[in-house]
């Protein structure tokens, strides 16, 4: 009785850790208008890479800047391990994005998704999408 126990335990702890360190995939993002141009950044992400994708729409037209990098997570930081960057151009609408190497620490809280880095008292947040 006593292994059956420790074993189940075992098991219920494995399976509480899987659950929160996927928390973080899934899509995220937030919107944006800037002198009558709509930005719609989404940030994809699964357990190796992440997926940044930007629609851009204004001037009666819409374009879409993506990259996808590596990437790689713990329970309360996510690793970016390499940097891109794409670029689309429609008449005078200029769609872009990049995303670089970089250590961010972050934390779920709702439907939020918080970023920071160690030593700076500012964040980017994203909605789950």
Excluded at 34 to 44: A, L, R, W
Excluded at 115 to 126: I, K, W
Aim: glycine share 6%.
């Amino acid at each position: 009785m006593k292994t059956i126990l420790i074993v189940l335990m075992t098991f219920v702890s494995f399976g509480y850790a899987n659950a929160q360190s996927t928390a973080i995939e899934g899509n995220w993002g937030y919107h944006q208008e800037i002198n009558g141009i709509k930005f719609d950044m989404t940030f994809s992400i699964s357990k190796n890479s992440v997926t940044v994708t930007n629609v851009c729409t204004g001037f009666g037209t819409s374009a879409t800047a993506q990259v996808v990098v590596t990437s790689n997570y713990t329970e309360n930081m996510l690793f970016i391990l390499e940097s891109k960057q794409d670029e689309k151009s429609i008449g005078p609408l200029n769609c872009n994005v990049s995303a670089h190497q970089d250590v961010m620490n972050y934390s779920i809280q709702g439907s939020q998704l918080i970023f920071t880095h160690t030593g700076s008292p500012e964040s980017f947040v994203l909605i789950r999408k």
